[in-house]
């Protein structure tokens, strides 16, 4: 362990303590498996919070990497390159829709689709200047720039980093009556997650996005998912939002799992009409749409397409959920979720999330605790059964009686 906790030391003594890492090192994955300094294997949990869907280092997305990267990285958007049509051709065709704007991290893809319902409130809708409202719903994470905190409820995201980009409307989750009330003539969208992963995987009432999307639409409000944990596979289809009937948006939210973890992709999806608001140099980003993300991009995609990733999260999470129910223990108070995205919910009286996954550690799984009591269950698509079985044992183990 000295030589890991050489590099603890000196990471501390380096970096910024703006995150509580479980204390090991980790240098080499592959598929659901990670392994640290020491050699030591562990199941991966959390799959970088649904980064890593595919698995690690993907040898498909690896390799369109490594020969992508002998012929072109960026060219940046002042020209064309030859990756980035096929890629977004891909994309809008699996999440059927018109037109996508890539861009790199998931904040920034929340910021563009920011400004793509601002921009079409003023110009389309009809809305007065600088007057622009969106409704956000409390507990939401949406990342960690100045606006998607300012749409954050959490008091550890926000303060002291005021002041905060005005028009936010706060919402409760799951209440309809409140949506209704708060949308007023300046109201541009609603923009919420169909399942919250960080607040503890908190799951909408049944029809519930559906009856929020016809609210919208009535009152000429865009719908906008932030399908950025939840996309590509994750909850056991392909998006959240197909487990409902009509909940599809007016603007889909993408990121993580859209290169496979293997580089920072993210992008929005929108109608022609939509996108529209976006004219030559009004937004960009230097390494928006670069050939290497581009590749990675599609060769992303197809894997969740060839490998069935979202038909095996479904399975393969109805599988680990009863599984889990059936452990004995008087410790957890709630399990939830969907497809291979399950919340543990455990007994408040035990002081948090944390030292189970500690403890779990040592056992060989990599879990991570949100919003302290819960931990979150979220291994790489590609996992088999037989790996659940073992990483329901080490859980049983650890929170038995
Ligand atoms: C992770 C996440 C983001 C932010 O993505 P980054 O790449 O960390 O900027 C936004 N929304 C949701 C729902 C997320 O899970």
Redesign the pocket.
């Known amino acids: 362990m000295t030589h890991q906790q050489d590099i603890i030391d000196q990471t501390d003594r380096r970096s910024a303590h703006n995150y509580n890492p479980l204390p090991l090192v980790l240098e080499r994955g592959e598929g659901i498996w990670v392994w640290d300094t020491d050699g030591n294997k562990y199941l991966d949990c959390l799959s970088a919070?649904s980064a890593v869907n595919q698995g690690h280092c993907h040898p498909k997305i690896i390799d369109a990497m490594t020969e992508q990267a002998k012929k072109i990285t960026l060219t940046s958007r002042a020209f064309h390159n030859d990756q980035m049509g096929p890629f977004l051709e891909k994309l809008c065709q699996m999440a059927r829709m018109d037109k996508a704007l890539p861009m790199n991290?998931?904040?920034?893809a929340?910021e563009t689709a920011i400004k793509a319902v601002r921009k079409w409130g003023y110009e389309v809708k009809g809305v007065e200047d600088n007057k622009a409202e969106i409704i956000v719903v409390k507990d939401n994470?949406?990342?960690?720039t100045i606006a998607t905190v300012s749409m954050s409820s959490e008091p550890d995201y926000r303060k002291n980093f005021g002041p905060f980009t005005p028009g936010f409307i706060l919402i409760d989750y799951n209440d309809l009556d409140a949506l209704e009330q708060a949308i007023t003539p300046n109201t541009v969208a609603l923009i919420m997650?169909p399942v919250q992963?960080?607040a503890g995987i908190i799951i909408p009432d049944e029809g519930f996005l559906t009856k929020a999307r016809k609210i919208c639409k009535q009152n000429n409000v865009l719908f906008v998912l932030?399908e950025?944990?939840t996309g590509l596979g994750r909850t056991g289809k392909l998006f959240c939002f197909q487990h409902e009937e009509n909940a599809a948006p007016d603007v889909l939210i993408v990121?993580?799992a859209l290169s496979g973890g293997v580089y920072?992709v993210?992008a929005i999806l929108a109608s022609d009409e939509i996108m529209a608001v976006f004219t030559p140099g009004i937004h960009g980003s230097t390494f928006g749409g670069n050939p290497m993300g581009a590749a990675i991009g599609l060769a992303a995609l197809k894997v969740i397409e060839d490998e069935k990733l979202a038909e095996r999260s479904h399975i393969l999470g109805d599988y680990l959920m009863r599984k889990l129910q059936a452990i004995p223990t008087n410790k957890i108070t709630d399990i939830r979720g969907r497809g291979l995205f399950i919340g543990i919910e455990l007994n408040k009286d035990l002081g948090g999330a944390r030292s189970y996954c500690e403890a779990l550690m040592t056992k060989g799984l990599l879990c991570k605790e949100t919003h302290d009591h819960v931990i979150r269950l979220a291994p790489p698509l590609v996992i088999e059964k037989e790996h659940i079985d073992w990483m329901v044992e080490q859980i049983a183990e650890v929170l038995k009686d």
């Open positions: 919070y991290t998931g904040a920034e929340v994470f949406h990342g960690r997650e992963g960080e932030d950025i944990q990121g993580k920072p993210s």
